[in-house]
């Protein structure tokens, strides 16, 4: 009976888009403009322009799978209806990978901007803010649920003031030389800019409630792209126009860094005060989403069934949130923001591979025509795939080694376990969170930054 359960179509165009817009802005831009610039120097508002390309690329053909498969799942119900079991572990593992070290740099960023105003270090900070989130998650949704929306708000003020303040004082002799690390600098800051883009794809997850999806789901996703591409813009052109761009990639807190330019410590205190609490809501949005796809993967047998464990009185999956908080904190210790960016990077690109190779398997398979299929579909899906590919490789050595890892060790788990779950019910892929979950992606508002 559950499994035929349906879910009711009530979002519009509007409320898709501020879904998407809601949970792409946050807090990844607050710590990605730093490690954007420290790559690609003045040419980081380059990078944004072509993370945006890749996303739109990327997102054509996601949007006409959504339109094939309008219901809750996102990606993951695309994979497992093309690809079968095996790849859509992977999907869910790498999905789940992607949020583990995104949320590093985030919980990283959060302790680098509650340095500057406390001076606090900046791995204390990090323990802080995830100990503080499991707190929010155990206790319960409805708490987490009230804070995400407040601090949405905040935060879309904070950035709209921010440039509209600090544009005056850009100066342009500040983007000479544009390229200072070459064409090579500028691809690595791609990748990491289209973190930033991070969320857009919650919007397809939330396809099953979604007004006449076949046309609704690629409207909203490229509104969202192109509203979230403003604000990005915005700030980078900003940030690299008031700080130098040495300085701004090496600050902990590049932001508050870049208002003390051209509002004086009173601004940048202020900055640091709105990102303290925009990257406390995105952190605690993150282990939001990682503890329900561990959990969905322990119920069904994935992980070990003991994460699958839910409070009683709140209804929390208590086990997941706190083993996802533990794995959280081993990264945010481990490793730096770059190396973060790097290896989550690379997972986020695969969790949106996979997806792809489903596309034109499912477009040989059958006749059926969608609401929506991908414009110049022989030119764009192949062009999704080549950046896909490119951004993989500009991951560097840390990101293809460090997610290579990552994905080995899940699938060597999957296929030990495989006999246990061969006695048990036949395992089925855990659906994406749903959107009152995912407010707030990684890096955007989160999906990164």
């Given at each position: 009976?559950?499994?035929?359960?349906?879910l009711r179509r009530e979002l519009g165009l509007r409320e898709a888009v501020s879904l998407g817009v809601g949970g792409t802005i946050g807090g990844g831009i607050f710590v990605l403009v730093g490690t954007t610039v420290g790559e690609a120097g003045p040419a980081a508002p380059l990078?944004?322009?072509?993370?945006?390309?890749?996303?739109?690329?990327?997102?054509?053909?996601?949007?006409?799978?959504?339109?094939?498969?309008?219901?809750?799942?996102?990606?993951?119900a695309f994979v497992r209806a093309a690809l079968g079991p095996h790849l859509s572990f992977l999907m869910g593992w790498g999905f789940w990978g992607s949020y583990v070290f995104m949320s590093g740099f985030i919980t990283l960023g959060f302790g680098g901007y509650l340095h500057s105003l406390t001076g606090l270090p900046q791995p204390i900070g990090a323990l802080v803010v995830i100990a503080a989130s499991t707190a929010v998650n155990v206790a319960g949704m409805r708490l987490a649920g009230l804070a995400q929306s407040l601090v949405v708000g905040l935060t879309a003020v904070a950035l709209l003031g921010f440039g509209a303040v600090g544009l005056p004082h850009v100066d342009l002799d500040r983007f000479t030389p544009f390229a200072p690390h070459g064409v090579g600098g500028?691809?690595?800051?791609?990748?990491?800019?289209?973190?930033?883009?991070?969320?857009?794809?919650?919007?397809?997850?939330?396809?099953?409630?979604?007004?006449?999806?076949?046309?609704?789901?690629?409207?909203?996703?490229?509104?969202?792209?192109?509203?979230?591409?403003?604000?990005?813009l915005l700030i980078s052109v900003v940030s690299v126009g008031v700080v130098s761009a040495g300085t701004l990639g090496h600050s902990p807190a590049p932001l508050a860094t870049a208002a003390e330019a051209f509002a004086g410590p009173t601004g940048q205190r202020l900055v640091a005060v709105v990102a303290v609490f925009t990257t406390a809501a995105t952190s605690n949005a993150v282990l939001v989403v990682m503890s329900r796809i561990a959990f969905a993967m322990a119920r069904d047998g994935l992980l070990p069934r003991q994460l699958s464990r839910v409070g009683g009185r709140t209804g929390t999956p208590w086990a997941a949130v706190l083993f996802s908080s533990g794995v959280?904190?081993?990264?945010?210790?481990?490793?730096?923001?770059?190396?973060?960016?790097?290896?989550?990077g690379f997972l986020y690109v695969v969790h949106f591979m996979l997806p792809l190779v489903a596309l034109v398997v499912l477009r040989r398979r059958t006749q059926a025509v969608p609401g929506f299929?991908?414009?110049?579909?022989?030119?764009?899906?192949?062009?999704?795939?080549?950046?896909?590919?490119?951004?993989?490789?500009?991951?560097?050595?840390?990101?293809?080694?460090?997610?290579?890892?990552?994905?080995?060790?899940?699938?060597?788990?999957?296929l030990l376990g495989g006999r246990s779950r061969r006695r048990g019910s036949a395992p089925t892929v855990p659906?994406?969170?749903?959107?009152?979950?995912?407010a707030g992606g990684p890096a955007g508002g989160g999906t990164a930054g």
């Amino acid at each position: 009976m559950a499994d035929n359960a349906q879910l009711r179509r009530e979002l519009g165009l509007r409320e898709a888009v501020s879904l998407g817009v809601g949970g792409t802005i946050g807090g990844g831009i607050f710590v990605l403009v730093g490690t954007t610039v420290g790559e690609a120097g003045p040419a980081a508002p380059l990078a944004f322009v072509l993370a945006f390309a890749a996303a739109v690329l990327i997102a054509l053909p996601y949007a006409e799978l959504a339109s094939r498969f309008p219901r809750a799942g996102g990606g993951y119900a695309f994979v497992r209806a093309a690809l079968g079991p095996h790849l859509s572990f992977l999907m869910g593992w790498g999905f789940w990978g992607s949020y583990v070290f995104m949320s590093g740099f985030i919980t990283l960023g959060f302790g680098g901007y509650l340095h500057s105003l406390t001076g606090l270090p900046q791995p204390i900070g990090a323990l802080v803010v995830i100990a503080a989130s499991t707190a929010v998650n155990v206790a319960g949704m409805r708490l987490a649920g009230l804070a995400q929306s407040l601090v949405v708000g905040l935060t879309a003020v904070a950035l709209l003031g921010f440039g509209a303040v600090g544009l005056p004082h850009v100066d342009l002799d500040r983007f000479t030389p544009f390229a200072p690390h070459g064409v090579g600098g500028v691809v690595t800051a791609a990748l990491f800019a289209f973190l930033a883009y991070a969320g857009f794809d919650m919007i397809a997850a939330a396809g099953e409630e979604i007004k006449d999806p076949e046309r609704t789901l690629p409207k909203a996703i490229l509104l969202t792209l192109l509203a979230v591409l403003g604000v990005y813009l915005l700030i980078s052109v900003v940030s690299v126009g008031v700080v130098s761009a040495g300085t701004l990639g090496h600050s902990p807190a590049p932001l508050a860094t870049a208002a003390e330019a051209f509002a004086g410590p009173t601004g940048q205190r202020l900055v640091a005060v709105v990102a303290v609490f925009t990257t406390a809501a995105t952190s605690n949005a993150v282990l939001v989403v990682m503890s329900r796809i561990a959990f969905a993967m322990a119920r069904d047998g994935l992980l070990p069934r003991q994460l699958s464990r839910v409070g009683g009185r709140t209804g929390t999956p208590w086990a997941a949130v706190l083993f996802s908080s533990g794995v959280l904190a081993v990264v945010a210790l481990a490793v730096s923001v770059p190396v973060a960016a790097a290896i989550g990077g690379f997972l986020y690109v695969v969790h949106f591979m996979l997806p792809l190779v489903a596309l034109v398997v499912l477009r040989r398979r059958t006749q059926a025509v969608p609401g929506f299929r991908t414009p110049l579909a022989r030119v764009v899906i192949p062009l999704a795939f080549l950046i896909c590919a490119v951004f993989l490789v500009a991951s560097g050595p840390t990101g293809i080694l460090g997610a290579s890892a990552w994905l080995a060790v899940g699938f060597a788990g999957y296929l030990l376990g495989g006999r246990s779950r061969r006695r048990g019910s036949a395992p089925t892929v855990p659906a994406a969170p749903t959107p009152a979950v995912t407010a707030g992606g990684p890096a955007g508002g989160g999906t990164a930054g």
